[in-house]
Antibody, heavy 116, light 108 residues
């Protein structure tokens, strides 16, 4: 059974940082692209970033370029999202998802709240 | 960027009825690379349909997708109680990948 379990969310002040983690199990993690997708409260879905299986290519939505960094550790079957210079508009549930261009498996999400 | 517009915003139906959800793209979606997701309250999205009409693993056959180009449809043939949820379309034919704003299927 595929499992993705996000952690690391919380309340942070504007300008602060958080690091999300997503350990994966039930599939060959090192063979798949992985993504982070977010959902602001009461809003729709927005793809944030993705990373190639070997970590050599990374892509981001324009609004997070220079502030967020996606990474992975295939030895630990884990995906990460380092979020710096957080803004109020980054407040959202952050999901990690297996990326086949569409997203076939999702974690349960980690809530990030940016507020003073 | 391709903008996806879903309609209606809310669909009020009774169990056993047929639901027809629309997703219209601002430009043609390459190779019908369109997916549909279901999101129940408090849960993560779940993949229903990919490449416009292929059902994901474990998805009941009351869910079907159709369409091409700029117009796509998700049909739920007979609504079950667990089908009342929000549905999103997503295109992955061009970058950046984008989602529609969602259609809520609520119980009448």
């Amino acid at each position: 059974e595929v499992q993705l379990v996000e952690s690391g969310g919380g309340l942070v002040q504007p300008g602060g940082s958080l690091r999300l983690s997503c350990p994966a199990s039930g599939f060959s993690f090192s063979n798949y692209w992985m993504s982070w997708v977010r959902q602001a409260p009461g809003k729709g879905l927005e793809w944030v970033a993705n990373i190639k299986p070997d970590g050599s290519e990374k892509y981001y939505v324009d609004s997070v370029i220079g502030r967020f960094t996606i990474s992975r550790d295939n030895a630990k079957n884990s995906l990460y999202l380092q979020m710096n210079s957080l803004r109020a508009e980054d407040t959202a549930m952050y999901y990690c998802a297996r990326d086949l261009s569409y997203f076939d498996y999702w974690g349960q999400g980690a809530l990030v709240s940016v507020s003073s | 960027e391709i903008v996806l517009t879903q309609s209606p915003g809310t669909l009020s139906l009774s169990p056993g009825e047929r639901a027809t959800l629309s997703c219209r793209a601002s430009q043609s979606v390459s190779s019908s690379y369109l997916a549909w997701y279901q999101q129940r309250p408090g849960q993560a999205p779940r993949l229903l349909i990919y490449v416009a009409s292929s059902r994901a693993t474990g998805i009941p056959d009351r869910f079907s997708g159709s369409g091409s180009g700029t117009d796509f449809t998700l049909t739920i043939s007979r609504l079950e109680p667990e089908d009342f949820a929000v549905y999103y379309c997503q295109q992955y034919g061009s970058s950046p990948r984008t989602f529609g704003q969602g259609t809520k299927v609520e119980m009448k």
